[in-house]
C-alpha cells in the first residue's frame, strides 16, 4: 500500500483564487511528521510547511496552511491567495518515528496558477 | 537559515568515466544526510543515508559500489557516480538534517543533472 497518496496529478487554479493539494497517508506508528515541499521547474526541493502528530493545531507559515485530519490520515495543503511564481511540483512527504528518519514521498501534484 | 549547496549544478562526461557530487551545509550542522535520485515527471527516491563519520545506509537496490557516498565533516557529503553509463543519467539532489532541529526537516540542494554521453 501506498504510504503517501497524492491524488491529483495536476490542478489549474486561478491568480488570487485559493488552492487545496490533497495529502492521505497510511501509517501506524503513532509518532510521526508530515512535510509539503514545492519544486519549481528549476529543481530545488523547498521546504514550505510541517505539521507533527502530536501537534494539536494546524500548521501555518505565511500563506500556506495545512489542514491535518488525524483520523482521515489527511494532510492537505492550502494556499490562499494563489500567485503565478506558486506555479511549481507540490510533494507532501511523511517521516516515521524519530531520530532523522527517512522520508516518504508522494507522486506529487503539478499546480499551474492563470493568470 | 538552513541552505544547502550542491555542486555541480550540471555535468556531462562521457560513459565509464567518475563523476563526484558534493553536498554542503552552509549555516548549520547536519548530523545525517540524504542522496534522493528524481527521474524526469517522478518523484523523489531515495538512494541512501549518511551519518557524519560512519557507512552510508543504502535502499535495497541501490548498488554499493556504484554509488559511493562519503561523509567526512558535519558540512560535507559526496556521492561518486563510478564508472558512469546512460542509464546514470538523472537528477541527484542531496538533502541535509539536524538532530538539534526538533522537527527533523530535511533541506535540501539545488540538485545537480547528469548526462553521460
Known amino acids: 500500500a501506498q504510504k503517501i497518496t497524492q491524488t491529483q496529478p495536476g490542478m489549474f487554479v486561478q491568480e488570487k483564487e485559493a488552492v487545496t493539494l490533497d495529502c492521505t497517508y497510511d501509517?501506524?506508528?503513532?509518532?510521526?511528521?508530515l512535510f509539503w515541499y514545492k519544486q519549481p521547474s528549476s529543481g530545488e526541493m523547498i521546504f514550505l510547511i510541517y505539521?507533527?502528530?502530536?501537534?494539536?493545531q494546524n500548521a501555518t507559515e505565511g500563506r500556506y496552511s495545512l489542514n491535518f485530519q488525524k483520523a482521515r490520515k489527511s494532510a492537505n495543503l492550502v494556499i490562499s491567495a494563489s500567485q503565478l511564481g506558486d506555479s511549481a511540483m507540490y510533494f507532501c512527504?511523511?517521516?516515521?518515528?524519530?531520530?532523522?528518519?527517512?522520508?516518504?514521498f508522494g507522486t506529487g501534484t503539478r499546480l499551474t496558477i492563470i493568470p | 537559515g538552513a541552505v544547502v549547496s550542491q555542486h555541480p549544478s550540471w555535468v556531462i562526461c562521457k560513459s565509464g568515466t567518475s563523476v563526484k557530487i558534493e553536498c554542503r551545509s552552509l549555516?548549520?550542522?547536519?548530523?545525517?544526510m540524504f542522496w534522493y535520485r528524481q527521474f524526469p515527471k517522478q518523484s523523489l527516491m531515495l538512494m541512501a543515508t549518511?551519518?557524519?563519520?560512519?557507512?552510508?545506509?543504502?535502499e535495497q537496490g541501490v548498488e554499493k559500489d556504484k554509488f559511493l557516498i562519503n561523509h567526512a565533516s558535519l558540512t560535507l557529503s559526496t556521492l561518486t557516480v563510478t564508472s558512469a553509463h546512460p542509464e546514470d543519467s538523472s537528477f541527484y539532489i542531496c538533502?541535509?538534517?539536524?538532530?538539534?532541529?526538533?522537527?527533523?526537516?530535511?533541506?535540501f540542494g539545488p540538485g545537480t543533472r547528469l548526462l553521460v554521453l
Open positions: 538533502s541535509a538534517s539536524t538532530s538539534q532541529d526538533p522537527q527533523e526537516t530535511q533541506y
Open positions: 501509517t501506524s506508528d503513532p509518532s510521526y511528521g
Open positions: 505539521q507533527g502528530s502530536y501537534d494539536q
Open positions: 512527504a511523511m517521516r516515521e518515528g524519530t531520530g532523522n528518519e527517512k522520508l516518504t
Open positions: 549555516d548549520f550542522q547536519a548530523t545525517t
Open positions: 549518511s551519518n557524519e563519520g560512519s557507512k552510508a545506509t543504502y
